[in-house]
């Protein structure tokens, strides 16, 4: 009986009700849309492999590092495998066309990141040939490539016209994996440097070191830094989560402002709900009055009013998940693919709308709650709403 008083009190004022879960729902789509932002900007983070190294310049990742250094990586105990890259970029169609471009080891990119699926003959064919490349699939399906065709890119960090044949279009292993990524032989680059830009040869950006067991990583990497500490290219040696993870801090005063406004926005919803209660509270004091008069407790109050609260908050709650749908979805194709390679709301997400809506429901009735307690029978019976 208590439960049908709580729907039919939720819906008794259809229009302040549904507007009031309108509220709720622009409110939680706004909060689920704000942390998937964050979400998608810690998405390297936590795509991060544990048993992936990263061996770059101590001064600055921005300095190269002798191609030498693979060979004394690899006897390090502990290390399974050594892949190395290059940071090329250049610019292909225009300068709006930004994704990650990158001269690789085509031996070993797909033993070191095996999120990278492609078929064994695409596999065979991209370390076959020198100009070879492979494209994530989100790239080929935004420029509409297939294998075969030709990619021609103008250098900027190595200048030059460069051209490259599609061998391979990788697929993410997992929805989390970025799949806007471009990569080909260093043997291409590093043979125009030795030919165009003598000096440049023979180096590469950072090296990936896949190890045998994540327990032993700190291990492995102080035993790599101490082979070069007091060489001319001293190294830094540190997880992939911890190497992501110094990107992201760059723009931490930004995320720091988002993850604000994502609460901010629960004490609007808070704001909203409340409202609407305490308006429905005050209407009903001679309900009330009725109710305790037939024996009804403050328990049986708490009980009616806390429950419509919350019921319009999992309404609100609901709701507020399609619009976060919507606005997920328009903003995954407003924003170019490049500013967020992987965009998807996480299940955590999900979570804390259903949490928040219904810890609103709850706080929200708690003001109604008391006054109802409170009202004197007399007082509760003269009362004209």
């Given amino acids: 009986m208590l439960f049908k008083m709580m729907l039919r009190n939720a819906l008794r004022h259809k229009l302040r009700t549904i507007l009031t879960i309108l509220g709720i729902a622009i409110a939680v789509g706004a909060f689920g849309l704000l942390r998937t932002v964050i979400t998608s900007w810690y998405a390297a983070v936590e795509a991060a492999a544990v048993d992936r190294l990263i061996t770059r310049q101590a001064v600055s990742f921005i300095f190269p590092l002798p191609y030498a250094y693979r060979d004394q990586i690899l006897k390090v105990p502990g290390v399974e495998k050594v892949g190395y890259f290059n940071w090329f970029q250049g610019v292909y169609k225009d300068k709006s066309e930004f994704f990650p471009r990158m001269a690789c080891d ?21 370390q076959k040939e020198r100009n070879a490349c492979v494209v994530g699939a989100d790239i080929a399906k935004k420029h509409n490539l297939k294998i075969g065709d030709v990619m021609s890119i103008e250098g900027d960090i190595y200048p030059g016209r460069w051209e490259f044949v599609i061998r391979a279009i990788y697929q ?11 990569f080909f032989h260093w043997t291409y680059l590093d043979e125009r440097m030795k030919q165009d830009m003598p000096g440049r040869e023979g180096n590469v950006g950072w090296y990936a070191v896949k190890i045998k067991d ?5 291990a492995v990497s102080e035993a790599i830094d101490a082979i070069f500490k007091n060489s001319n290219a001293e190294t ?12 992201i801090g760059a723009y931490g005063a ?15 919803i808070l704001l909203v709900l409340a409202n609407t209660m305490i ?41 507020g998940y399609a619009v976060t749908l ?15 390679p992987v965009f998807i709301l996480a299940d955590i997400t999900v979570i804390q709308e259903f949490s928040f809506a219904v810890i609103v429901g709850i706080l929200a009735g708690i003001i109604p709650v008391v006054q109802a307690i409170k009202t004197d029978i007399v007082d509760g019976l003269r009362y004209v709403g």
């Avoid at 993410?172 to 471009?182: E, G, R």
């Avoid at 994540?214 to 700190?218: G, Q």
């Avoid at 305790?292 to 309404?315: A, N, Y």
């Fill in 106 to 126: 085509p031996e070993t990119i797909f033993d070191v990141y095996p999120e990278f699926l492609v078929t064994p003959e695409e596999k065979a064919a991209f």
């Fill in 236 to 247: 830094k040696t540190e997880t992939e989560r911890a190497f992501n993870q110094g990107f």
């Fill in 214 to 218: 994540p327990s032993e990583s700190a």
């Fill in 172 to 182: 993410p292993k997992t929805p989390a994996i970025d799949a806007t990524q471009m």
């Fill in 326 to 340: 919507f606005f997920v979805g328009a903003f995954s194709v407003a924003v170019p693919k490049n500013f967020f």
């Fill in 254 to 268: 930004i995320i720091n402002g988002i993850n604000i406004m994502a609460f901010m926005i629960i004490g609007i």
């Fill in 279 to 319: 308006m429905s509270a005050r209407e009903r004091n001679r309900e009330y009055a009725v109710m305790k008069t037939l024996g009804f407790t403050g328990k049986h109050i708490f009980g009616v009013v806390t429950g419509e609260s919350i019921i319009i908050g999992i309404l609100g709650g609901i709701a």
